[in-house]
């Protein structure tokens, strides 16, 4: 699968910190940048039947449809399509008015990302977001008017700002809209954001683990009730509409990021990531020269990664992989390790995978942690 990291975005919300840039004069020396990284790595994927196509990072919407079409175009030159190829454009509803999903809708991206966050206005007030709740429900309904009806939705649950019943109206608008797919976070406070500074302040009260976990525990019950699957910790789709992409990552499967900050992975044990200022990456992409660094994982890292990643998800980790594809000594250490989790039950073994019951989710992390190689 390919991933494209495009890193422009219009704000920059109360919850997150991560910096990009707003040069929007940048855009077109950005794209030609990103078509010429796409052939400087041509040969990275092993398999060169895509499945997947990305279109992520700031705010991808930012780019005409003549710029997908190019880069999308670009990325034909050296890899097929699969013949049912999941192509994705991460928006903000501010930005899916009708004439840019007029214009996408004659483009080959098939599935729309919507950074949805709630449906109430004094949510996206304390997230600093661009649109308010009608905008986020018409950019919706808009997007399958002109056609779109493989969406995904990400919604933010826990915040100071909402409480169980407002959860439960933001889910049950979810269903009324027919979402097929829905990405749900706690919301987190990150280091030196306006969030954090408020909550220093006392201007509003921090997430509260335990409302966090009530909210978490009924969204799964209320979602498996009507229809879709809770296949990773925070995904949930209809049958048939998982993400493609972000299923990918989760088995460990071979990735190529393009753009700046964009990671790339072989499957194995090496990982690489771009320069993320975007003049650097712009200069050096125009010598030839691919602007990354990158690490060579240790077993014992990757050991850790996947159990961290696999443990997320419905299916779990293979038994059989695990025991295959590292050494004798880590295989026996996991075997002594889960012993005592398999008898408390925040593990099982089903069908020869390793996993965690959904009813644990809520804590998956803390659990997969104690299982690592040190």
Not at 30 to 48: G, H, P, Y
Not at 81 to 101: G, M, Q, R, V, Y
Request: aromatic share 12%; glycine share 6%; charged share 25%.
């Amino acid at each position: 699968m390919i991933y494209i990291h495009i890193p422009f975005c219009k704000q920059k919300c109360s919850y997150c910190n991560f910096h990009f840039s707003t040069s929007y004069n940048l855009k077109d020396e950005m794209v030609s940048a990103i078509k010429k990284e796409i052939f400087l790595r041509k040969d990275f994927l092993q398999n060169r039947d895509i499945k997947s196509l990305y279109f992520g990072g700031g705010t991808p919407s930012i780019l005409s449809t003549d710029d997908l079409n190019s880069i999308i175009d670009e990325v034909l030159k050296y890899f097929s399509f699969s013949s049912d190829i999941e192509i994705t454009l991460e928006a903000n509803p501010d930005d899916l008015d009708k004439n840019f999903l007029s214009g996408l809708s004659k483009t080959a991206v098939n599935r729309l990302s919507i950074g949805t966050q709630s449906f109430f206005n004094e949510d996206l007030r304390l997230m600093n977001r661009a649109h308010n709740a009608s905008e986020a429900e018409d950019s919706i309904k808009r997007s399958q008017d002109f056609g779109f009806s493989n969406i995904s939705i990400d919604l933010i649950y826990g915040s100071p700002t909402s409480n169980l019943e407002i959860w439960k109206q933001n889910l049950a608008k979810t269903l009324a809209l027919e979402i097929p797919h829905i990405s749900a976070y706690a919301l987190t406070v990150e280091p030196k954001t306006a969030l954090e500074s408020w909550i220093s302040s006392g201007k509003v009260v921090g997430p509260i683990e335990e409302v966090q976990h009530d909210e978490f525990i009924f969204m799964t019950d209320f979602l498996s009730e009507n229809g879709y699957e809770h296949y990773e910790i925070s995904n949930f789709g209809k049958p048939g509409m998982h993400s493609r992409h972000n299923s990918a990552y989760w088995e460990g499967k071979e990735y190529l990021g393009i753009g700046p900050s964009a990671h790339s992975f072989n499957g194995s044990d090496r990982r690489s990531w771009n320069v993320a200022h975007n003049k650097k990456y712009i200069d050096q992409i125009a010598a030839s020269n691919l602007p990354e660094e990158h690490e060579i994982l240790t077993e014992k890292e990757h050991f850790n990664e996947m159990l961290m990643i696999g443990l997320r998800t419905k299916k779990g980790v293979s038994m059989d992989r695990l025991k295959t594809d590292f050494s004798a000594d880590i295989f026996e250490k996991l075997i002594m390790n889960i012993k005592s989790k398999i008898y408390s039950e925040s593990l099982v073994i089903e069908n020869n995978y390793l996993k965690i019951p959904e009813e644990k989710w809520f804590s998956a992390d803390g659990i997969a942690s104690d299982l690592f190689m040190v």
